[in-house]
């Protein structure tokens, strides 16, 4: 079984830049989620895709957004990026049902200068 | 207030020492309550996952709920070296893995051989 994949590692962009940021779900997950987590602070929810739906978005702008592909992979894209996006990215995938939880991929680290 | 209160630390214990970390919530609706395991500059690792209250085991570690009193608590017996990371409670709603994850901040371990 493969588990969640996340690309790039590690990436610098400078203020007022453009990112997308790739996740590869766990086999068998429909369901994606991506979160952010500043440094220091616990994971803060950006927004689930189900079956390539938005399906939940959490207090971020929407100069964060999002896709899903028919094989459940998802991006996420942040345009405009601010200081303030400085932080580790992370890409958690589900079953979808309410007995299952989320597995949580390695995360993007992401540096805006 | 916050929805999930969680002390950030930092703990530093003795190896054999039994660990209690602790997190309080506010939000009534929570129903799967969890713990994560967060190695520095990784994804968080799923330790436990449970539904409503009561007391989950599992080897040295042990989740307990306690929904009356918005509550919840991680236990480690006979902590190891290797267990010394950055561990979260999380919380969602009454659609489990459907639904965004709440974190607490995170509590850092320290287990000193």
């Known amino acids: 079984e493969t588990g969640v994949t996340q690309s790039p590692t590690h990436l610098i962009k400078t203020r007022g830049q453009q990112v997308t940021l790739r996740c590869s779900s766990q086999?068998?997950?429909?369901?994606v989620s991506w979160y952010q987590q500043a440094l220091g602070q616990g994971p803060q929810f950006i927004f689930q895709?189900?079956?390539?739906?938005?399906?939940g978005r959490g207090n971020f702008p929407p100069r964060f957004s999002g896709l899903q592909f028919p094989n459940y992979s998802s991006e996420l894209n942040v345009n405009a990026l601010e200081l303030d996006d400085s932080a580790l990215y992370l890409c958690?995938?589900?079953?979808?049902?309410?007995?299952?939880?989320?597995?949580f991929g390695p995360g993007t680290r992401l540096t805006v200068l | 207030q916050k929805e999930v209160e969680q002390d950030p630390g930092p703990l530093s214990v003795p190896e054999g020492a039994i660990v209690s970390l602790n997190c309080t919530y506010s939000?009534?609706?929570?129903?799967?309550f969890m713990w994560y395991r967060q190695y520095s500059r990784k994804g968080p690792e799923l330790l436990m996952y449970?539904?409503?209250?009561g007391n989950k085991e599992d080897g040295r570690f042990t989740a307990q709920v306690d929904k009356s009193s918005k509550y919840i608590s991680l236990f480690i017996r006979d902590s190891q070296p290797s267990d010394s990371a950055t561990y979260l409670c999380?919380?969602?709603?009454?659609?489990?893995?459907?639904?965004?994850?709440?974190f607490g901040k995170g509590t850092k371990l320290t287990v000193n051989p």
């Open positions: 939000n009534s609706a929570f129903q799967y």
């Open positions: 449970t539904y409503s209250s």
């Open positions: 895709y189900y079956r390539e739906e938005e399906n």
């Open positions: 958690a995938s589900s079953l979808g049902g309410d007995t299952d939880t989320q597995y």
């Open positions: 086999s068998g997950h429909n369901t």
């Open positions: 999380a919380m969602s709603g009454a659609q489990g893995g459907s639904e965004k994850l709440v």
